[in-house]
Nanobody
Framework: QVQLVESGGGLVQTGGSLRLSCTASGSINSFPIMGWFRQAPGKERELVAVNINGGATNYADSVKGRFTVSRDNLKNTVYLQMNSLKTEDTAVYYC???????????????WGQGTQVTVSS
């Protein structure tokens, strides 16, 4: 089974930027759909961004214009570039790999272990 490992989280001030990476232990082509979720304390996990077959993308309204999701199949890596960060972006960010749209975020999809992003004012 292909494992997903996130990196790039950390502490940043409001208005700053971070780039998260999610690297697959095998071919990322196993997952036509790669997404990023986040979960803040006391809140449900939410879908932040999705990259579909390396082309189409979709974003939560709260991050549109600030976050960009991309993938590099040669490096088996998907990225989440986060700009103009706000304190409300503070959360644990999870990488998710799915074979179909129905599987996105579901238990049968693949998850990374999560990486903490903290935005301070």
């Amino acid at each position: 089974q292909v494992q997903l490992v996130e990196s790039g989280g950390g502490l940043v001030q409001t208005g700053g930027s971070l780039r998260l990476s999610c690297t697959a232990s095998g071919s990322i082509n196993s997952f036509p759909i790669m997404g990023w979720f986040r979960q803040a304390p006391g809140k449900e996990r939410e879908l932040v961004a999705v990259n579909i077959n390396g082309g189409a993308t979709n974003y939560a309204d709260s991050v549109k214009g600030r976050f960009t999701v991309s993938r590099d199949n040669l490096k088996n890596t998907v990225y989440l570039q986060m700009n103009s960060l706000k304190t409300e972006d503070t959360a644990v960010y999870y990488c998710n790999g799915a074979r179909t749209w129905r599987q996105v975020g579901e238990p049968e999809s693949s998850w990374g272990q999560g990486t903490q992003v903290t935005v301070s004012s």
